[in-house]
Nanobody, 120 residues
Framework: QVQLVESGGGLVQAGGSLRLSCAAS????????VGWFRQAPGKDRDFVAA??????KYADSVRGRFTISRDNAETTVYLQMDRLKPEDTAIYYC???????????????WGQGTQVTVSS
């Protein structure tokens, strides 16, 4: 069973950039849809971006600033985050789910998450 490991979080000033990685430990994604979600303190885990079969989908709050992609070996999915805002501060998780969905409960195999903090 593929286990997911997120990395790349950190502290950055508003307007800065970070690139998160979601690695498939013990295997590959084999084309499975992968989604990024985030959870701010006291809030639910919300959809950020997803990629499946060459298609991508973004939450309105990040469209135009974030880019999701995957490597050719299908072992890592990236989330490039540009023009970061303080409201992007959260723990970011990746998960595997069915295509054409952005519902958190449809995804599973969550990693441990990586903290992103954006200072103003």
């Amino acid at each position: 069973q593929v286990q997911l490991v997120e990395s790349g979080g950190g502290l950055v000033q508003a307007g800065g950039s970070l690139r998160l990685s979601c690695a498939a430990s013990g295997g590959s994604f084999s084309g499975l849809p992968v989604g990024w979600f985030r959870q701010a303190p006291g809030k639910d885990r919300d959809f950020v971006a997803a990629i499946w079969f060459g298609r991508t989908k973004y939450a309105d709050s990040v469209r135009g600033r974030f880019t999701i992609s995957r490597d050719n070996a299908e072992t890592t999915v990236y989330l490039q985050m540009d023009r970061l805002k303080p409201e992007d501060t959260a723990i970011y998780y990746c998960g595997i789910g069915p295509p054409l969905t952005t519902t958190e409960s449809d995804f599973g195999s969550w990693g441990q998450g990586t903290q992103v903090t954006v200072s103003s």
